[in-house]
């Protein structure tokens, strides 16, 4: 019997010590988890993602989930995460679970690592988790390598996959084209697949964004229910697959888009994807975008601490047609409006093929001189004179067939051989795969501010996706063009930001073609849509806010719609990083002395529309008015902004109830952004009132006049 004993004590002990072997791995935020099991096989197992588990021993209970990251050739039906083919043949890969690790990377960001490896073939891959806790952001990536002789061939690499079993699935993506960018599109999800991809290469999101809101049991809203909201920091062609299967569980696959880049992987060699960063908020979409917001601030947006510039830029006011007196009157133009910066856009460089349209001289970046005889020290210095800051437009990955670059190097250009060659914009692609092409692009920026030291801000524009798809550098690994390129043009910002650390950029691609946190960690913002109509803007801005905080979202007012009043226009850009496309002879003295005084208060509101927390009120999907608001982290002040788009005849208007400041206290409302000599109409303006009644009761900020818009101040007293 004592033999029994000790025999099943002896068994007992085994199969606890495999139970411990088999621990649960868990990432977590401050409201967040995600939790891995090894299962009795030894595979990695998604057991548990949602609100944050805070009872240890109730993970026990947890149903086993769904592999980790699942591979092709085995006993799963769906989209695999990888995929890929031994040099003996064999197109399969099993990974079981080899050891984890977690470590703290800085105070409240830990970090994960899990390797699996594949019995059979020496193939390792390695799951990496970023839980930035405070911001409740998890960024995570993946790492392949293997040890067989001969290259395996990778054709699935995803970056990430999710698992969620759920009543139901609702995908809002963001989705237009070039001037109609990041437009919300709500969808439910059923059985199969659904996919936002892109293949344009460069110009990557013209027509779609690199985010997404999945909303959990019902459709996405803005303070209440779960939901998962995600991007993918790659400057390039991206995928994301939302597959529902046969059970009703949906898979989640983020990463690069695989579609005609298969990569040969040598020996040895690692394969690391781009990082895809989530947030997993109970409380909406508006909880998801502040956790996104805060992340970009502290961790990852170049510069997300520091504040931003307000800037006149000459594109809109001039197009090609400029000179050196029209530019100093420019800079005149933004002297008297107070902002800080002027910027000097496309059309001042090439002499062969002179810039004077964008059919001719990219890629040749020097002065026109019959423009600018004195070049673009003369226009430093005038800046200077008038104590404010300089910046330049460049577009250095491209060329035009017409320019003295292409005549030279027609080896660097992307092109097919034997086709003719299709345009877009006129223009092709300069191969970044190619390291020659790398220093040449990088020379565009050293070259200009090594010869002008005072230039203080670069635009750096990218108007075509990659056409005629081919390298004479990669010879026969043409497949790795999409992805050698992406790697080429980071190895490029790299080296600017390591030589120039405190040089403000803002990213910008025929509009908002490229918006992504991989490239925002070289740029300090970027430029959502050249749709400036203000109209569209509150939609396109809406978008975009999703997931990029204010001080990343250029917003300038032009003249685009000048059936809107200047004060609508203003007050629209205001919401994001405030700027001018326009000749102030393009005003008169009231709008002009309106501008000065919203450029005055933008610059007070500063902590709370860059450095505060966004409330979305409104939305502009849901009728006619819509309003957001912006609070400082202390809730000592906010701003709110309310507009009138088309209102119904006569139709009712409901208060705007303010979210996210303090119930108790005591807040005085102030109408400001007031055209010169209209007196407010705000019964509430001047008065106090609790951020209780605010929250609860509300303001009576909208009005059935089409067209119209109201900014409220709100100063705790
Ligand atoms: C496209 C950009 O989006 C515009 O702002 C402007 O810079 C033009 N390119 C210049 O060609």
Known sequence: MRKVILLWM??????????????????????????????????????????????????????????????????????????????????????????????????????????????????????????????????????????????????NYASAMLHLDRAAYYLTEFSGDWASEAHAQEQPLAFGKKVLDTKLGTRASMFCSPFFVLSLDGP????????????????????????????????????????????????????????????????????????????????????????RMTLLNNWEATYFNFDEQKLVTLMDDAVRLGVDMFLLDDGWFANKYPRSSDKQGLGDWQETTSKLPHGIGFLTDEAKKRGIKFGIWIEPEMVNPKSELYERHKDWVIHLPNRDEYYFRNQLVLDLSNPEVQDYVFGVVDGLLTK??????????????????????????????????????????????????????????????????????????????????????LFIQWGFSQVFPAKALCAHVTTWNSGTSVKFRTDVAMMGKLGFDIKLSDLNEK??????????????????????????????????????????KDKSRAVVFAFDIYPRYAEKTQPVRLQGIEADKMYRVREINLMPGVQTSLPADGKVFSGEYLMTVGLPLFSTRKLSSRVVEVVAE
């Open 10 to 155: 002896c068994l007992l002990g085994m199969s606890l010590l495999r139970a411990a072997d088999r621990p649960f791995i868990r990432i977590e935020t401050k409201t967040a988890s995600l939790i891995y099991r090894v299962v009795a096989d030894g595979r990695l197992y998604q057991c548990y993602l949602g609100k944050k588990l805070t009872h240890e021993a109730d993970l026990v209970h947890l149903p086993a989930g769904t592999e980790a990251y699942l591979t092709h050739g085995m006993k799963d039906y769906f989209e695999p995460a990888i995929r890929v083919l031994h040099n003996d043949g064999n197109p399969s890969l099993a990974l079981k679970y080899k050891s984890h690790e977690q470590k703290a990377l800085a105070p409240d960001v830990n970090e994960t690592v899990i390797t699996l490896e594949d019995e059979q073939y020496p193939v390792t891959v390695k799951l990496h988790y970023t839980a930035y806790v405070a911001e409740n952001v998890i960024r995570t990536y993946a790492e392949i390598c293997h040890a067989e002789k001969k290259p395996v061939t990778l054709y």
């Open 220 to 307: 996405a809203s803005e303070n209440a229910g779960d939901v998962l909201v995600g991007t993918l920091g790659w400057t390039g062609n991206f995928r994301f697959t939302f597959e529902v299967d046969n059970e009703q569980k949906l898979r989640l696959l983020a990463g690069i888009n695989p579609y005609a880049s298969e990569y040969e992987l040598k020996q040895g060699e690692v394969f690391r994807t781009p990082d895809f960063y989530f947030t997993y908020s109970t409380d909406g979409m508006g909880q998801a975008s502040r956790n996104f917001h805060d992340w970009a601030r502290n961790h990852q947006l170049k510069d997300g601490g520091k504040t």
């Open 452 to 537: 002008y030291p005072d230039i203080a801000f670069f635009k750096w524009d990218c108007n075509s996706p990659i056409t005629n798809i081919y390298s004479v550098y990669l010879k026969d690994r043409q497949s790795h063009l999409y992805i050698d390129y992406v790697r080429g043009l980071y190895r490029v910002l790299n080296r600017i930001q390591a030589k120039y650390p405190d040089l403000p950029m803002m990213l910008c691609s025929g509009g908002g073609g490229r918006s992504d946190y991989e490239a925002l960690r070289y740029f300090t913002e970027f430029w959502p849509s050249d749709n400036t109509d203000p109209i569209e803007r």
């Open 591 to 632: 709008e002009t002395e309106f501008c000065q005084g919203a450029v005055q208060n933008y610059n007070r509101l500063k902590p709370a529309i860059l450095e505060g927390d966004l409330y979305r009120l409104v939305s502009p999907y849901a009728g006619n008015h819509t309003s957001s608001m912006y609070v400082t």
